[in-house]
């Protein structure tokens, strides 16, 4: 299962590249939001997150989009803004997660070996190998 962290830092290529492209308008934009495109869904994620639009989110939002691209403070702010969104609303966090797109995983060739996930176990591959596992 994924953390909020790891959710947080999912989202974040999306909401900035949205954010980068619409500025402070970010949370108006509505058309163009059905296109696939990684601005489009970053939109769509943002006003997900942020859709009531306060002070909070509105100034969270500014320092990006008034940020150099080398600025890293602004995007942190978001990151951390958005975390603590997911963290008191578990099921935003889950639908939000829902909204990233997945990699196609597929494994090709002998013995090959495809986690389209997380892998908490272990993956041993060859002829004649064997894992133990601690007890």
């Known amino acids: 299962m994924e953390s909020v962290k790891d959710t947080a830092d999912d989202v974040m290529p999306f909401v900035t590249a949205a954010i980068d492209a619409y500025g402070t308008g970010v949370l108006a934009k509505t058309s163009e939001l059905a296109a696939d495109t990684a601005v489009a869904r970053g939109s769509r994620i943002l006003q997900r997150v942020f859709g009531r639009g306060d002070a909070r989110s509105r100034h969270v939002i500014g320092q990006v989009a008034g940020a150099k691209p080398d600025d890293e403070s602004g995007r ?47 993956i041993v591959t060859g002829d004649g190998s064997r894992a133990d596992s601690p007890r």
């Open 76 to 122: 942190i702010a978001l990151r951390l803004t958005i975390s603590e969104e997911f963290r008191s609303d578990p099921l935003l966090r889950r639908e939000v997660a829902a909204m990233l797109p997945r990699a196609q995983v597929s494994a090709s060739g002998a013995r090959s070996v495809a986690v389209g996930g997380n892998n908490s176990g272990v």
